[in-house]
């Protein structure tokens, strides 16, 4: 990569961690509520979201440093990653929370005096560690959504292994 991409991504994943810290912040108090009334509405979301703006933004700074610090940024193919994930983890964290707290992956978030502590430390986390998540939500969806001939071939393989070991 030459240099002037290699400032260019530094400084999109530096405006997008601060930035999200900031966004936090207008958020928070409220300062948009009056000119955009709708903010109130999907107030909880935009946590979630800003939440896995940070994490992913942060891996992926310290990915890319890491990399830089090595003379590892050689591959122009990798831009794709520093640019694209960050904004992949953004509305994966929001996901990752509604489905959670659905009740579809029987985990329980605890309340906390009425605020989304727990939600959001699980928004940021699920940014920070965007690829592994997806990796185990492919996983997930894999088993969730076998067909008959995959459950059939499943069960024969497993009766014919507990049969041999008897």
Not at 32 to 45: M, N, V
Not at 125 to 134: H, I, L, M, S
Request: with cysteine; aromatic share 18%; charged share 20%.
């Amino acid at each position: 990569m030459n240099k002037w991409v290699k400032a260019g991504i530094l400084l999109y994943l530096s405006l997008l961690f601060f930035g999200s810290f900031l966004a936090i912040g207008v958020v928070w108090t409220g300062a948009l509520d009056e000119k955009l009334p709708f903010i109130e509405d999907i107030k909880i979301f935009l946590y979630y979201f800003f939440a896995g703006s940070v994490g992913g933004s942060l891996r992926h700074l310290y990915m890319f440093c890491s990399h830089y610090m090595k003379d590892e940024l050689n591959d122009y193919r990798l831009w794709i990653m520093y640019i694209f994930y960050p904004i992949f983890a953004t509305g994966t964290a929001v996901v990752a929370v509604t489905l959670i707290q659905s009740g579809i992956l029987l985990i329980d978030f605890v309340d906390f005096e009425d605020t989304p502590y727990a939600q959001i430390s699980f928004a940021f986390f699920v940014g920070f560690g965007f690829n592994r998540f997806v990796n185990k939500l492919n996983a997930l969806s894999k088993d969730i959504f076998k067909t008959n001939k995959q459950e059939t071939i499943n069960t024969e393989e497993k009766n014919e292994k507990e049969a041999r070991v008897q």
